[in-house]
């Protein structure tokens, strides 16, 4: 980067393998309802509830890898590149064993947690059969999420792309083969699904691995070099990494408990917010890439000394947000049908038709998610991990709130729940805005 205001070019150049990279976790959970929704609807909204539990999860370990990306962001901006190297070996070693704790977290209460939340006991069994068989791809996902935070962080994101690349080949093929019991596979059905995901977690992580030697990444920053643990850089990685871990799962939590709102309304309603979530994972995934980016640039023009370009910084963002939701916004408005149809094979059932008024309502708040994501990813960026957590808190609360008086006390259509969304955007961006303006972050240190 240069010494002047961040360009539009090197924003998308930054964004591009981000935007194709996040898309890891959201291909693997599409994949998954994608498949399903060609068996029945009950194993379509199972994998849709287990993907959400697991996805609540797995970004324990994505939101630490976020502050981990700010920091290393942070040390490349004053160019200390034996830093970087302490900083990704002292936090591959917290993610992998935070890894094997979620994994044993998720083997002993996973069943007992679901059965409490599902209603319906057909959807519960598939859900826990998914669920049993997804749990230990946790461990690959986290460990990639270190790789990820690195490369993020250092701008050197086209690796990002090829693993994902990986990753889903491997998912489409096993999906199909273990699913089906394709190619002499045997035919496992939704535990087929879950198995193929983990799988394909391994793939991925192969990858980086590979890439990472070939290109002698781990020379330039001093990588795979700690030989103890290093308690002074671990106090550091936490202090900035925990409160974006915990943002990430109030966050998850409590898209996951709106689901779990939306499943008391009955099957039907829970297979049409499954299927409007997977097409919404899709569009949101610009956004998850301009966000991540904002992280690190936001980071490093501060580790520059130049704190004054980050304002301007998020108006460009923001900028590139609306434009890149109108293209989604003109296909859901007008061809919903056909938007729809590449999730629901069954057209005569209803479901289409049932799922049109939710698609529009979610058309909505992705322009607002865009703008809403962008400046709160300025909070983040700029350090203050511990505002940016006591922002989504309050936002999560008053979203869940609104999600209860619509789907329980008021017992509204589907779509009229699905409101909450575009309220919970509009309250994040305008809490995450007044304290950018008030400029309380400019010199703080990480």
Excluded at 204 to 222: E, M
């Amino acid at each position: 980067m240069t010494n002047n205001s961040v360009s539009y070019r090197r924003i998308i150049q930054l964004s591009l393998p981000i935007v194709l990279g996040g898309i890891a976790q959201n291909i693997i959970m599409a994949t998954d309802a994608f498949f399903m929704a060609r068996v029945d609807e009950i194993s379509l909204a199972a994998v849709g509830l287990a993907g959400l539990f697991f996805s609540t999860v797995y970004v324990c370990g994505m939101g630490f890898s976020v502050g981990v990306q700010i920091l290393i962001a942070r040390r490349d901006g004053e160019k200390n590149h034996q830093a970087i190297g302490s900083i990704f070996d002292t936090s591959l070693l917290i993610l992998t064993a935070m890894s094997l704790l979620l994994w044993l977290g998720m083997e002993v209460f996973g069943s007992a947690i679901l059965e409490r939340l599902v209603q319906s006991p057909e959807v519960y069994k598939a859900a826990e059969l998914y669920l049993d068989n997804r749990a230990w791809g946790i461990v690959f996902a986290l460990i990639n999420l270190a790789f990820r935070a690195f490369y993020i962080g250092v701008s050197s994101t086209g690796v990002i792309i090829w693993s994902t690349f990986a990753m889903a080949g491997a998912n489409v093929f096993l999906n199909y083969a273990l699913i089906f019991g394709s190619f002499g596979f045997p035919q496992m059905g939704i535990a087929g699904a879950a198995i193929a995901s983990s799988l394909s977690e391994l793939v991925a992580l192969i990858w980086f691995i590979i890439h990472t030697l070939v290109t002698k990444s781990h020379i330039k920053y001093f990588l795979f070099l700690t030989r103890k643990w290093q308690k002074q850089i671990a106090s550091r990685v936490f202090s900035l990494a925990s409160p974006v871990m915990f943002q990430y799962v109030i966050s998850h939590a409590g898209w996951f408990l709106f689901f779990i709102i939306i499943e008391q309304s009955g099957e039907r309603a829970l297979a049409i917010s499954v299927i409007i979530r997977m097409i919404y994972m899709f569009q949101m995934v610009p956004f998850w890439g301009l966000s991540s980016a904002t992280n690190t640039l936001v980071s490093y023009v501060i580790g520059e000394g130049r704190s004054d370009q980050v304002i301007p910084l998020l108006k460009k963002v923001a900028g590139i947000s609306i434009v890149s939701s109108l293209p989604f916004i003109f296909v859901n408005l007008v061809f919903p049908g056909q938007v729809l149809g590449l999730a629901i094979e069954n057209k005569s059932s209803g479901l289409l038709q049932d799922a049109i008024p939710t698609l529009y309502v979610m058309s909505g708040a992705l322009v607002l998610f865009g703008l809403a994501v962008t400046v709160y990813s300025g909070v983040t960026g700029s350090g203050n991990t511990r505002t940016a957590l006591l922002i989504e808190s309050v936002t999560i609360c008053m979203y869940l709130i609104i999600a209860y008086v619509l789907g329980i006390v008021l017992k509204l259509d589907v779509e009229l729940v699905w409101l909450t969304e575009p309220a919970y955007f509009i309250l994040l961006g305008l809490f995450s805005l007044f304290y950018i303006k008030s400029n309380n972050w400019v010199g703080k240190s990480i």
